[in-house]
């Protein structure tokens, strides 16, 4: 698996970096936290903000500069 940083792309969804792929509602992603990989769900939380959702649980907004693993 490759690690990349993510950002906000014009469409306002996560984007990978030297990528075209992006992250929206319901899709799956493993992002570093704390210096720990997480594995949870991408969620809109109606407010124009995206997080992670860990067991029902909104454990993170996603930010400019965070780290995801992708295939």
């Known amino acids: 698996m490759k690690e990349r940083k993510i950002y906000k792309n014009a469409q306002g969804r996560f984007q990978v970096e030297e990528d075209c ?5 319901g899709d799956s992603i493993i992002l570093k936290i704390n210096d720990e ?3 949870g769900i991408v969620e809109h939380d ?3 903000e995206y997080g992670l959702m860990v067991n029902g649980e909104m454990v993170t907004q996603l930010c400019n500069g965070m780290t995801v693993r992708i295939d």
């Open 46 to 48: 109606g407010a124009g």
């Open 37 to 39: 990989w997480v594995n």
């Open 21 to 25: 792929s992006y992250f929206t509602s």
